[in-house]
Structure formats: structure tokens, C-alpha cells
């Protein structure tokens, strides 16, 4: 399980089987922990439906080309009507735009990319050996993002792995 901060509010968890066979009837349980790991009573929740990916965008944007989305956001307020996609307030910045399009584009259109795959409502219940499942949550405050995970091997036998542990079997 790897959780990737996104922004202040976003965090993709990605849960993937190392293994060399599926695992079936995975259920995962993320959840918030405070400072010294107790778990809290802040919502984390599937972002799907609860956050566009236009935030997402100007979340990556921010990281990807710090200062840059400050100055398409300023741009964007002068110009009515273009607020509500950063890229198409790019268009209005003078003698910048041919230079910061592209570049913008090329910096953040693999992680977009990512961030729309990743905005499902769930984890599937089987993945395939060395498969990957990745899912942005929505968080609705202070702490650390992690996840327990209940799954079975290809042979039928149940396992438990708490965040930043072994699997073990469940008996």
C-alpha cells in the first residue's frame, strides 16, 4: 500500500500484489492516524463523485510548475468567462502561452492521465499477479493517510497485512 499525497486534501492509495498468483476477495480499509499513529475519526473517502478533475488538475499543476498556476489563475480572473479550466485561461496569457502550453501540457498530462484512472469508487476484489489498483481518496482533514488489507491467495487461504506490515494469516 503506498499512499501518495496529491494536495492538501488528496491522497492516492495504490495497493499491489507482489505476489506471482491473483488475490481474490480484497477488501481494503483506509482510514486517517494523527502524529503518533492512533487512528482518527476523519473522513477518507473514494474522491470519485466528490471532487472534479479539474481541482485535480490545478492540484497537479501546483506541484508540477510551482508559481505558474498563481500566474494562469491571475490571468484567468481578468478574463470573463475563462475561469473554470486553468488550461483555457493559458490561452489569454500575451507572448507566454505558445511557450507555457506545451510545456504545461507535457509536464502534467501524464499525471492527469493517472489521477483519471485512479478516480474510481473502489478496489477491484481480485487482481492479477503484480497487478497495481490505485484509488484517490478525498480527506477530510489533519493526519496520515493508510490501509489494512483482507484478501485471499490463489489457493484459498485468508491473509490480513496492516498498514507498513507482513501479511499474516487469518485464522
Not at 496529491?6 to 483506509?30: M, Q, R, Y
Amino acid at each position: 500500500m503506498d499512499p501518495v499525497p496529491i494536495g492538501e486534501n488528496l491522497s492516492a492509495v495504490k495497493v499491489h500484489n507482489g505476489t506471482n498468483g491473483p488475490i481474490t476477495d480484497l477488501t481494503v480499509d483506509v482510514y486517517v492516524v494523527d502524529e503518533q499513529g492512533n487512528r482518527t475519526t476523519v473522513k477518507c473517502v473514494p474522491a470519485k463523485g466528490r471532487i472534479s478533475l479539474t481541482t485535480i488538475f490545478e492540484e497537479l499543476l501546483s506541484q508540477t510548475m510551482p508559481g505558474a498556476l498563481g500566474a494562469i489563475r491571475n490571468q484567468a480572473t481578468m478574463m470573463p468567462g475563462s475561469g473554470t479550466l486553468p488550461y483555457g485561461a493559458l490561452q489569454g496569457l500575451p507572448n507566454y502561452s505558445g511557450m507555457l502550453t506545451p510545456h504545461i501540457a507535457s509536464a502534467a498530462a501524464p499525471q492527469l492521465a493517472q489521477a483519471q484512472a485512479m478516480m474510481t469508487d473502489a478496489f477491484p476484489a481480485v487482481l492479477s499477479a503484480n497487478q497495481d489498483a490505485p484509488v484517490i481518496f478525498l480527506v477530510s482533514g489533519e493526519g496520515k493517510v493508510q490501509a489494512d488489507l483482507r484478501f485471499a491467495d490463489e489457493d484459498g487461504n485468508l491473509w490480513f497485512r496492516p498498514f507498513g506490515q507482513h501479511p499474516r494469516p487469518v485464522e
